[in-house]
């Protein structure tokens, strides 16, 4: 039963209305714990707000009684980002109700979102209007609006169109103190100041609670062609990048990289799952082109750009897809590699990301650590290689203890991260920082950068009642 005095209760039930407000402990399990497992939280209750209103004066009530919030959207955070810590007396404030797509504009080439859609439901209503929304993640069909721009998601044609941040026009936030923040604007220029909007792109709900967002959309792709090829190593899929780079350089919608194990691992263990090349190869490649014009200039040029890397050994097989089955038939191996991982046992995230020409280096220095470290390690790394952004898992050996491969996270993520702050990287491209990361925050973004994160911070909620314990480390 909920911790939260009477007088809070009522008001929050009020402010939250019918159905609003979940406090028996079987209601509130499914957000108290994240989509890995890593995380187990508790909290005085779940909040689920039907309007920036209501999310409003829920924020304003937690503030009045120095309640903190945590934020909560598809609740897919690889990093814990979202899970409240064990005290119970957080209020998680989920965005799910808040699930209206208001408004599609084809001229301005945008769409007005409420944070509890899905970027599934996002993608699909601009479909639906002759649009696209370019932003593509595995989990797209639970991630919601709100946490995908808290997080500044990235994701699999950032190689084209950018992280999210580089398509939100306009933001609705509800402050830490309850006000709301309207800067709703849907211009592409506007010099008045603080682009205050971009402070909650990335913040992992620090700042404030993302409730609406104007994004800007693109044409809708006429012709797109996709292809996954057989390489042998990072070396070659990044040959292969260039190819398709110094020649049409704005037709690649996606460049994504597999190792051989990773993609094994899909194979064997996602049902549906079956690799469409003769045989298995040591690393992979899963290329899209797209354009808004029809014809066949697409398939053209990726014949052509295939053909030489074939001739130049790059390539050693490829299989273009015929047809659009075929197409998602292809992305469903590179989406799936989290799950097969996660069913592979327990599973350590490293979601680098390095400069494209460090890339092959990385990988090399990085397994050979790794190999050394815990024999018998599975590494599985995959990923935006066009982004220079690797998920570079580790998957526990087999038949190994998972719980004690888990107690060494520090050691493997050290490991690796070393390598990557060697080679100039940053230990986090995507995933965010969350709780799972705040202790490599000193060492990463101490000084000046982390000193003024914590003046910002302080600024903006002075209480600490926004998502505490996330990003920065206890001090
Ligand atoms: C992905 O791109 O599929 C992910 O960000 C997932 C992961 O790192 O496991
Ligand atoms: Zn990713």
Redesign the pocket.
């Known amino acids: 039963m909920t911790s939260l005095p009477p007088a809070l209760l009522a008001a929050l039930e009020k402010a939250l209305g019918p159905g609003g407000l979940l406090t028996d402990a079987s209601d509130m399990a499914p957000f108290l714990t994240d989509w890995r497992s890593l995380f187990h939280g508790k909290a005085c209750a779940v909040a689920r707000p039907a309007s920036t209103e209501a999310c409003a004066e829920a924020v304003r009530l937690c503030a009045e009684h120095n309640v903190p919030v945590v934020p909560q959207g598809g609740n897919t955070s ?1 990093v814990g980002g979202a899970t409240p810590d064990e005290t119970g007396h957080a209020l998680v404030i989920v965005t799910s109700r808040m699930n209206k797509v208001r408004e599609i504009d084809p001229i301005d080439n945008t769409m007005v979102i409420e944070a509890g859609v899905t970027l599934k439901a996002a993608q699909d209503a601009a479909t639906n209007a002759g649009l696209m929304l370019p932003l593509s ?2 989990s797209e069909g639970s991630a919601e609006i709100g946490g995908v721009l808290a997080t500044n998601a990235g ?1 699999n044609n950032t190689v084209r169109y950018g992280n999210a941040r580089e398509l939100v026009l306009g933001l609705e936030a509800v402050l830490p103190d309850g006000q709301v923040l309207n800067l709703m604007r849907r211009l592409r220029k506007d010099n008045t100041g603080y682009a205050l909007r971009q402070l909650f792109v990335g913040s992992e709900g620090t700042l404030g609670l993302i409730t609406t967002a104007i994004l800007q959309l693109q044409p809708k792709p006429k012709s797109v062609e996709a292809a996954l090829c057989a390489v042998a190593d990072a070396k070659g899929a990044l040959a292969l990048f260039s190819a398709f780079r110094n020649t049409e350089p704005s037709a690649i919608q996606a460049f994504e990289f597999m190792s051989g194990l990773s993609m094994n691992l899909v194979n064997t263990l996602i049902p549906d799952a079956s690799l469409p090349l003769s045989e298995p190869a040591p690393a992979y490649v899963l290329v899209e082109l797209a354009s808004p014009r029809e014809g066949g200039a697409l398939r053209d040029l990726m014949e052509e750009v295939l053909g030489k890397a074939f001739e130049d050994g790059l390539v050693s097989d490829a299989v273009l897809a015929e047809s659009e089955t075929q197409r998602l038939a292809f992305w469903k191996l590179r ?1 799936e ?2 799950e097969a ?1 996660k069913r592979a046992g327990a599973s350590v ?1 490293n ?1 680098v990301s390095v400069p494209l020409s460090a890339i092959p280096t990385f990988i090399d220095r990085a397994t050979a650590a790794c190999e050394k470290l815990i024999p018998g390690i599975r590494v599985a790394p995959f ?2 290689i066009g982004d220079g952004n690797i ?1 570079f ?1 580790l998957v526990q050996p087999e038949g190994a203890d998972g719980k004690a491969f888990l107690a060494r996270d520090h050691e493997m993520m050290d490991t690796v991260a070393n390598i990557v702050r060697e080679l100039g990287g940053s230990f986090s491209a ?2 965010g920082v969350g709780q799972l990361k705040t202790y490599m925050m000193p060492s990463w973004r101490g000084g000046a950068e982390l000193d003024m994160m914590r003046r910002i911070k302080g600024a903006v909620d002075p209480e600490g009642i926004m998502n505490p314990g996330k990003i920065f480390p206890a001090s």
Do not use: C, L
Request: no cysteine; glycine share 12%; proline share 0%.
């Open positions: 690889m993640i595995s994701g989406e590699h989290a991982q995230k979601d990923g935006h998920h898992n995507e995933h």
